[in-house]
C-alpha cells in the first residue's frame, strides 16, 4: 500500500514552507496597477525592475526558511538562488495570473501584458507557460512547495555539492507528490504534469536576458541587483 497519507511530520514541514510562502508573498499591487492603465514601455519596464527587485528580496527571505538551506555550502546557497530568481519570477507571474479575477480583469491584465514593451516574438511562449499553469489549477500549498523544488534544483550552474541539495529536494518532492494525490484524486498524472511545468519553465530562463533587452525602448537600465541575477549590463 502506497505511503498515501501526509505524516506529521511532513504536515508540520509542509506548515513552515506554506506560511513563509503567504508571509513572503509580491504585493498584489503590479496586478492593480496595470488594470489601472497602460503605461508607456518605458513606465512598464521600470515597473517590471521594481517588482523583480523586490521580488529577488522576497525570494532571499522565502528561501531561508526551507527547513535546512541555510546549513548548503554558502556558495551553493548563492548558486541556488541565482539559478532560480528568473523561474521563480516566472511562476510567480504564473500564479498572478491565474488567480481567479472578478470578470474581464484577467482579459485586461493578458492585454496590458502584451502591450507592456516586451517584443512579440516571447508572448508565445510566455503566454503557453502561463495557460499551462492556470490549467493545473494548483492549490496555495503546491504553489509554495513548487517554488522550493525550483529553487532546490541540484544541477544548477556552479553548485559543487549535488547530493546536499538533492537530500533536500527530495522529502519535498515526496510531499508535493502527496499533496497532488491528495488536492486532485481523479488525476494521477497530476504530479508528473506539475513537474513538467518546471522543464517549460527553464525554457523561458533561456528568452528573459533577451527578452529584457529587446524591450521596446533604447538603454534599459537595471538595479544592481538585477544586474547580479539577470545576466544583463
Ligand atoms: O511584474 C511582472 N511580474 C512579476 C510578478 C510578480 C513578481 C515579480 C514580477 C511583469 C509585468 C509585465 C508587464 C509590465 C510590468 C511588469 N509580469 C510578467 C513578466 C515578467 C518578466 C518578463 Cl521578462 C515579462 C513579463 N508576467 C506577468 C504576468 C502577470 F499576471 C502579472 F501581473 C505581471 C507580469
Not at 31 to 57: D, G, H, P, R, W
Not at 173 to 187: I, T
Request: glycine share 2%.
Amino acid at each position: 500500500k502506497e505511503k498515501a497519507e501526509i505524516t506529521k511530520e511532513q504536515q508540520a514541514f509542509m506548515k513552515v514552507i506554506v506560511d513563509s510562502y503567504n508571509r513572503h508573498q509580491i504585493p498584489q499591487d503590479v496586478t492593480k496597477k496595470l488594470l489601472q492603465e497602460q503605461y508607456s514601455a518605458e513606465e512598464n519596464f521600470i515597473l517590471l525592475t521594481e517588482m523583480a527587485t523586490s521580488q529577488v528580496q522576497v525570494l532571499v527571505e522565502f528561501t531561508k526558511n526551507i527547513p535546512g538551506f541555510l546549513s548548503l555550502d554558502h556558495e551553493d546557497q548563492i548558486a541556488l538562488l541565482k539559478g532560480s530568481a528568473v523561474e521563480a519570477m516566472f511562476l510567480r507571474s504564473a500564479q498572478v495570473l491565474s488567480t481567479k479575477m472578478p470578470n474581464g480583469h484577467t482579459e485586461v491584465l493578458e492585454e496590458r501584458i502584451r502591450n507592456s514593451g516586451i517584443s512579440e516574438e516571447f508572448m508565445t511562449p510566455m503566454f503557453n507557460f502561463y495557460k499551462s499553469i492556470g490549467k493545473l489549477h494548483m492549490v496555495q500549498e503546491e504553489q509554495a512547495l513548487l517554488t522550493a523544488v525550483t529553487i532546490l534544483t541540484p544541477d544548477r550552474p556552479f553548485v559543487k555539492d549535488h547530493p546536499a541539495v538533492e537530500r533536500l529536494q527530495e522529502p519535498m518532492l515526496e510531499v508535493l507528490r502527496k499533496l497532488c494525490a491528495l488536492h486532485h484524486p481523479r488525476e494521477p498524472q497530476y504530479f508528473a504534469r506539475l513537474l513538467g511545468r518546471l522543464t517549460e519553465l527553464r525554457t523561458l530562463n533561456h528568452y528573459h536576458t533577451e527578452m529584457l533587452t529587446s524591450w521596446r525602448m533604447n538603454d534599459q537600465k537595471f538595479t544592481p541587483l538585477l544586474c547580479e541575477i539577470w545576466d544583463v549590463q
